[in-house]
């Protein structure tokens, strides 16, 4: 059991494959947050209840309001919330509540979004968007989410029109971790000539990606590039190819890139060097704005 | 021990990565044959020996000759034979000779091509290719050499002019299995249509790759994508774009397509949907005539 928490009104969570994160919040004030690695990923249906007791069991003394977003709502997740289709809101009407043994768990889903063509799914950054139109009202153009699954999202007149999905960061990790590139990437470090040498060749030529990936190996074992250029390189070739491909989402639009750190600014950086001046958002602040704004309409 | 080869002349190895293969040879004519998983990925520096002394200890009598190609001579493999500069022949005088402590084995081996810009390698290729030339003599043209990594080489009067490696058979089987589409990309199975679809979305749309994977994810949950036809279509993105790379290879050039069985035969029908009509050679079969090659003239 946690401490208790004085004050604590409802409890926000985001929950994704990897990770589990929750805060204490009273109105819109955070007074308390915790962590856990009990992603998704790794929960089976019973999993999901005990996981979040023992991050947060005993944060309050009675019976307390979750809401929550993510992989959580998948159908490997706790329960299914299903997919709203666009165009539509960020949080459509209705959350899912999801089955608990404690009565004093209440704990309600946030569904994720869909679009039927191109076929494409989001989960967790229905809920950022909404975030980041709370924080900025009446805000239109595009919201870059970059992650293992970076979303682009058209956001108009309060609605996500549309979205796409890149398999950017899964691929960069892949590569670099499972492939002949392990020998040749480094786990970190970082140059900034590489990406950019590496944006520029991915943007305008993707096609010749897969022959880049091994030049890094051949270069490696000819003119022994450093791994840590390797490893800014093969970022910069597909995020370059990324924003070659989603040209049509940020070109002459008002861009805004959500997350935290190091790979948010890659993004920034990439479209800066195409005269995008996109805005960077915290991603924690607009999930929890997202989450709050659930919460209130919840609470009516 | 193995069973005697009455007969045998020499002994012929194929040693990539994953597998060893070796042949007893006479001449140019094949008497008894053998494989493992001894591949140099799992064997260290000692490993080599033994492996080949498991797979043909006993098929000769006396000393033997063994003229081998592939990762066997990389600097991870036996010894190393260091890579020679194109344009070359593809098979440069000079094997590298194996330390033994069998004084029956006599081990060469013979020595992979680089390039210097865009920096690449073979080790293993430069022996079909030289195969190939046995086999067709006087031959001049593009040689495709699909699997784990793709190599296109522009082969004229005799020599390997230049070549570049695409990572394409790594990609698929790493997007497949070891990222979130092995829920949607089946093990097997095929569909050709879906295959035609990729070839022509990778073509034509080549930085648009990272997005078509996760929209395989996305059709499988949100239109029950069957997995086969998802297999087809990926392998279609992959070598579409890798099409659209090469072009300055095959374009208007005599191509042929080295290798057996299924992939080898996705090359050429991808290559005769842009009007290239392809031969296809089998890939055992010009490996053994570029060993037969190597070794006749290290007879003399």
């Known amino acids: 059991m946690q401490t208790p928490v004085p ?58 309001t979750v809401v929550a977003c993510g992989m959580v709502g ?9 997919y709203v289709a666009v165009p539509c809101p960020p949080l459509p009407q209705g959350l899912t509540r999801a089955p608990t043994t404690l009565p004093d768990l209440n704990v309600h889903i946030i569904p994720g979004l869909k679009q039927t063509a191109p076929a494409d799914v989001m989960r967790g950054e229905e809920t950022q968007i909404a975030g980041f139109l709370a924080l900025n009202p009446g805000w ?18 309060g609605e996500v029109v549309s979205f796409q999905t890149f398999m950017t960061g899964e691929l960069f990790a892949t590569l670099a ?16 000539d590489g990406f950019a040498q590496g944006l520029d060749e991915g943007f305008s030529r993707p096609e010749r990606l897969a022959a880049r990936f091994f ?17 800014a390189r093969l970022s910069g070739l597909l995020i370059g190819a990324e924003l070659a491909a989603a040209k049509p989402y940020w ?50």
């Open 7 to 64: 004050g604590i009104e409802w409890i926000a969570v985001d929950w994704g494959t990897t990770h589990l994160r929750a805060w204490a919040v009273q109105g819109g004030t955070v007074l308390a947050r915790a962590q856990s690695d009990d992603g998704m990923g790794r929960l089976g249906r019973d999993g999901f209840e005990p996981a979040l007791s023992r991050l947060v069991g005993g944060w309050a003394a009675g019976p307390v």
């Open 74 to 82: 998948s159908r490997q997740g706790w329960t299914e919330a299903p």
């Open 140 to 157: 239109d153009g595009v919201l870059c989410h970059p992650g293992t699954h970076c979303k682009w999202a058209h956001v108009s007149a």
């Open 177 to 192: 971790g499972q492939t002949v590139l392990r020998h040749s990437v480094a786990a970190s470090g970082w140059d900034e």
């Open 215 to 231: 030049a890094l190996r051949a270069e490696a074992l000819l003119n022994d590039l450093s791994p840590q250029v390797a490893r």
């Open 251 to 300: 070109l002459g639009q008002n861009v805004a890139v959500i997350g935290e750190g190091a790979v948010a600014g890659l993004y920034v950086r990439a479209l800066a060097a195409h005269s995008v001046h996109a805005t960077q958002a915290v991603g924690e602040a607009v999930t929890l704005a997202g989450l709050t704004a659930a919460w209130r309409r919840l609470k009516g």
